[in-house]
Nanobody
């Protein structure tokens, strides 16, 4: 049984928008920070955005700041990543993840206790 289930990837032209969703178990959603990581071909996995377990704190990579928004839905136990003004360099496999203290050092965070299956986002010029 998958603890985290992602949906919402796809292909879009530059300037377009996509919204990713990550459904979590009640336990994970209540007690763990959650984040969206991404990995482009030939590049290391990086944290794109993260949100604390209570929704009180968020973090964004400089490359997505002002364009991406991470948010929690406490009714659906779901974390969303709204991606606007997408650029070709946003092309990657996006992974939802959950762990404690994901906002402690997100720039260097590459591991997490729970992972989703990954969803492809492709942005064409």
């Amino acid at each position: 049984q998958m603890e985290l289930v992602e949906s919402g990837g796809g292909s879009v032209q530059a300037g377009g928008s996509l919204r990713l969703a990550c459904g979590a178990s009640r336990h994970i959603f209540t007690y763990y920070d959650m984040a969206w990581f991404r990995q482009a071909p030939g590049k290391e996995r990086e944290t794109a955005a993260a949100i604390s377990y209570d929704g009180g704190h968020t973090w964004y990579a400089d490359s997505v700041k002002g364009r991406f928004t991470i948010a929690r839905d406490t009714v659906r136990n779901t974390v969303y990543l709204q991606m606007n003004n997408l650029k070709p360099e946003d092309t990657a496999v996006y992974y939802c993840a959950a762990d404690q203290s994901l906002l402690h050092d997100p720039i260097h965070q590459t591991a997490a206790r729970y992972w989703g299956q990954g969803t492809q986002v492709t942005v064409s010029p």
